[in-house]
Every structure is written in structure tokens, then in C-alpha cells.
């Protein structure tokens, strides 16, 4: 049992050592220097995203502008920024956003109603997808073994909305499923936020961060099968609503140090 116990704890003790000796390296050499040479970087990154204040999570049939989205998703994607100088830098990231469509129970009364039907069901399919690519300034401010980042960015994104089939059982309105189908569309963007990296070695960090995002996509919708004598159903042409979120998560920074001094 207690050789178990051992060697559990060795990687601990390992780990802590290791740890210890690179913050000692650090706080002598003072991380300080180190960075004054504006090492750039290349970092991996995934989030928990959460939206804000946007029609995107309404899930009223009569507003046309609630777009039946879950509130929160996840965003990943690769950054990178080359350093001018030692607090300011320039870089871009690539990113990748789910999130899930939200309940369809509303959907599914609201075209009941419409179509007068004795029954329907509303079937979301893909949920929301989004594509970004933002550019801008990366502001650094080392302290010790850590340092504290800012960044504006600005660019594009690109936006799939859910695909929704519409059953509509025994209705004289229409006999085949109707299919709101997946819209695309794109529009600007920008995002601002803050973070903390730690140093775990002049090649390697990790880091938190916090981004607050916006997007305003301009998406056209197309229906198949869609009777054009009910007036009163839900139908939409096109979906142009800002997109806010917020997104926490970690990232992994691979550093390239620069000889310019």
C-alpha cells in the first residue's frame, strides 16, 4: 500500500519541483528581460461561449427576429502574434463556434396554429456554426514569470443557421414536410479581451483569457415546400441580428524568441 502511495506522489513531488526551480530561474533571471525581447507566439485555444443580450436565444413563433439558439456554446481555434515591440504586437486568430439550437416547442405550437393542424412537430438539425477570422493588436505587459495581454481585433465571420423540418400530420395545408433549410451568410466583427499567460519556460505557456465577441451575419434564408397561401406562418427571407457572446478558456502559447536587439 504504501509503495502506491509512492509512487503516486512522485509525479506530484516531480511536477513541484519542477515548477519551483522555474519560477527560481525566472524570478533570478527576471522574466522580465526575457520578454523585453518580444518573443511571438503561436497558441491553441478552446472556450465555454456564452451569448449576451441577443435575439439569437428568443424563442417567441410571432418575432421573426428570435433565432431559437441554446445560450451558450463552445468556440476553438489557433492564434498567433509577431511583436514589434516589447509591449505591442500585431496577430490574427481563425476560429470555429457551436452552439445547439434551442427547444422547438414554441416552433412547433406556433405552426400548429398556423396551419391549423391537428398535430405537427418542429426537428432542428446542425444548429448554429460560425467561422471567424480577426486581426489586430496584441498588447503584453510582463510581470516576473507572467504576463498580462490585451487585444482588438477585428474581421469577419461566417454563419450557418440550423436547418428545421416542419411535419405537419394530417393537414390539409400541406402533405410533405416543410424544410426551413440552413441559411448562410456573413457579416463584420470585431472581439476585445484580457489575459493572463503563465511561463513555464522561454518555448512554452499556458494561459486564461476572457473575449467579449460581436457579429452582426447577414443571412438568407430559403424554405422548400412552403405553401404560399398561409400568410400567418412564421416564414423568413432573411435573419440579420447582432451576435454577442462571451468566451472564457484556455490556451496553449508556443513561443519563437527574436533577435532584434
Same mark, same amino acid.
Given at each position: 500500500m504504501k509503495k502506491k502511495n509512492l509512487a503516486f506522489l512522485l509525479p506530484l513531488v516531480f511536477a513541484t519541483s519542477l515548477f519551483a526551480q522555474n519560477t527560481e530561474?525566472?524570478?533570478?533571471?527576471?522574466a522580465r528581460d526575457y520578454y523585453a525581447k518580444a518573443p511571438s507566439f503561436v497558441s491553441l485555444f478552446g472556450n465555454y461561449s456564452m451569448l449576451l443580450n441577443t435575439n439569437y436565444t428568443k424563442t417567441d413563433y410571432a418575432n421573426n427576429a428570435a433565432g431559437f439558439s441554446a445560450g451558450s456554446g463552445w468556440n476553438a481555434g489557433v492564434q498567433g502574434?509577431?511583436?514589434?515591440?516589447?509591449?505591442? &504586437?500585431?496577430?490574427?486568430? &481563425?476560429?470555429y463556434s457551436m452552439y445547439d439550437a434551442a427547444s422547438t416547442e414554441n416552433l412547433t405550437a406556433g405552426y400548429r396554429s398556423s396551419f391549423n393542424a391537428?398535430?405537427?412537430?418542429?426537428?432542428?438539425?446542425?444548429?448554429?456554426?460560425?467561422?471567424?477570422?480577426?486581426? &489586430?493588436?496584441?498588447?503584453?505587459?510582463?510581470?516576473?514569470?507572467?504576463?498580462?495581454?490585451?487585444? &482588438?481585433?477585428?474581421g469577419y465571420a461566417s454563419m450557418d443557421t440550423p436547418e428545421m423540418e416542419i411535419n405537419l400530420n394530417n393537414s390539409a395545408s400541406s402533405t410533405s414536410p416543410i424544410v426551413q433549410r440552413r441559411g448562410t451568410g456573413g457579416g463584420l466583427a470585431w472581439m476585445a479581451g484580457a489575459g493572463l499567460r503563465v511561463h513555464f519556460s522561454d518555448a512554452f505557456s499556458m494561459g486564461l483569457h476572457g473575449d467579449y465577441f460581436s457579429a452582426t451575419p447577414d443571412i438568407d434564408i430559403n424554405y422548400a415546400r412552403f405553401p404560399i397561401t398561409t400568410l400567418n406562418a412564421r416564414r423568413l427571407t432573411t435573419y440579420k441580428e447582432t451576435f454577442n457572446s462571451l468566451n472564457v478558456g484556455l490556451a496553449f502559447y508556443f513561443n519563437f524568441e527574436q533577435d532584434r536587439y
Open positions: 530561474r525566472y524570478t533570478a533571471l527576471s502574434c509577431y511583436y514589434f515591440s516589447p509591449n505591442f &504586437g500585431i496577430g490574427g486568430l &481563425g476560429s391537428p398535430d405537427a412537430a418542429v426537428t432542428a438539425k446542425n444548429g448554429y456554426t460560425m467561422w471567424n477570422a480577426l486581426g &489586430g493588436l496584441f498588447i503584453t505587459i510582463p510581470v516576473e514569470s507572467v504576463s498580462f495581454d490585451f487585444r &482588438g481585433l477585428g
